[in-house]
């Protein structure tokens, strides 16, 4: 199985999803798109892919779109793309994408449904908080 990750190392939440990803025997193609940068088509075939407009996939917290003037609801699709493609920290992250889907995953379990198999025993985020219990499930 082939998974794609968009990746950003400094976020605690793609660091995390990359080590379920890991986890569960599946070693990813890493796009650590900061370095790379994004095209327009790229992200309009992503989000359409997950599911998501422009405005649902633009990072708010920890970017500078409210200084940009992004987090007007007027502001236009069009827009948006231009300063995510201008400044790539404005794609919320990480996105995966693999034969079974793309999809933000927010929070870091929302990965699993895009895995062909899930990791065995437990996995941890990086605060230590449970991600997946010993069978691979979240939580209850």
């Known amino acids: 199985m082939t998974v794609v990750i968009h990746h950003n190392p400094d976020c605690g939440t793609s660091r995390n999803v990359l080590t379920v990803i890991r986890a569960a025997g599946i070693e990813p ?3 650590e ?20 407009t422009p405005r649902e996939a633009l990072r708010v917290s920890k970017s500078p779109a409210e200084k940009l003037g992004l987090t007007d609801p007027a502001t236009s699709d069009d ?17 995966v994408c693999s ?36 069978s691979g499930q979240p939580p209850a």
């Open 33 to 52: 798109y900061l370095q790379t940068g994004w095209t327009r088509p790229q992200l309009l075939a992503l989000f359409a892919a997950a599911g998501l």
């Open 79 to 95: 827009a948006l793309l231009d300063a995510m493609i201008a400044h790539p920290i404005l794609v919320n992250r990480p996105i």
């Open 29 to 31: 193609v890493v796009i």
């Open 99 to 134: 034969p079974k889907g793309v999809r933000l995953c927010r929070p870091s379990e929302t990965v699993l449904p895009l895995l062909d198999r899930r990791p065995e025993g437990a996995v941890y985020k990086e605060d230590g908080e449970l991600i997946l219990d010993d």
